[in-house]
């Protein structure tokens, strides 16, 4: 069925039909998952190789804004929305999550430095002390929701970019508000896609993990030393990722309908936004 359908939480459980994709599964391998490995790898040879694991904030942002794009052209309709398509997307959207980084880190940066001047200043004298304290923990629990809006960002921000190529701005504001009206469902949504995307990455890498354990008693190949092993059961994650990225979708579009009642899975694909006016008022 086209769009959101029940408009609560057992719409978040139609993550796992969107999620369990083929095509996005091989696109999650090919550019994020190859690359994670190949990062790892490389982190264990580098004296400050966890720090390399930053670089993949970058593929996994495109990979979700490509992902989310796919499952939400998929609900309103277009169920052959191509990959190119949502990876030129997501291409030329990251721009928009990467300002967004820099504009939250930057706000952050300066209540934090504030807070620090403002407590230097709190030195002076116990009065002077007395009278900013109000105004450093002000300032402090400002950073805080600042940072609570970074971490929100993830779950709300990237839908809101791939359904509505928010700005840097608009994207902090959203993460904030939802963060504002949505909070418990987001927990409670996340909740359910942790849950579902690792139950999905777990059945997964059983079957795989069982045909390639019977592959090897035919052909006399050791299991666990094999670095083909590693790659096949890293396609699980794949599907594990996945879900969670469409789920985050949905979940997304849940509490934005929840929250103003606009329901965006209802409007028209992509494919048929020019499409003539007769033709549109049949959809």
């Not at 329901?263 to 020019?274: A, I, K, Q, V, Y």
């Amino acid at each position: 069925m086209r769009g959101l359908i029940h408009r609560d939480f057992r719409d978040v459980f139609r993550g796992v039909r969107y999620g369990l994709s083929l095509k996005k599964a091989f696109f999650i391998y090919a550019l994020l998952v190859v690359p994670a490995l190949v990062v790892y790898m490389l982190s264990m040879m580098a004296p400050y190789g966890r720090w390399l694991f930053l670089l993949l904030l970058f593929p996994y942002v495109l990979m979700k804004l490509a992902i989310s794009k796919m499952v939400f052209e998929q609900l309103k309709g277009d169920d052959f929305y191509p990959v190119g398509k949502a990876l030129r997307f997501a291409l030329r959207n990251l721009k928009h999550y990467i300002a967004f980084l820099v504009v939250d880190g930057v706000l952050l940066a300066f209540f934090y430095l504030l807070f620090v001047l403002l407590a230097f200043l709190g030195k002076v004298h116990l009065i002077v002390g007395i009278l900013l304290l109000p105004v450093g923990l002000f300032v402090f629990a400002f950073a805080l929701y600042l940072l609570v809006g970074l971490v929100m960002s993830e779950g709300v921000g990237i839908p809101a970019i791939a359904t509505q190529e928010y700005d840097a701005f608009d994207t902090l504001y959203e993460s904030l508000s939802m963060f504002n009206s949505q909070i418990y469902r987001f927990v409670f949504y996340r909740f359910i896609n942790l849950a579902q995307s690792v139950l999905v990455g777990a059945v997964v890498g059983l079957v795989l993990h069982s045909g390639f354990l019977m592959w090897s008693r035919i052909t006399g190949w050791e299991v666990l030393d094999n670095p083909l092993y590693v790659l096949v059961m890293a396609f699980a994650l794949s599907f594990a990722v996945s879900v969670w990225f469409a789920t985050d979708l949905i979940a997304y579009l849940v509490m934005l309908y929840r929250r103003d009642g606009v329901d965006l899975s209802r409007g028209l694909p992509e494919s048929l936004e020019n499409a003539p006016d007769y033709f549109q008022r049949g959809l």
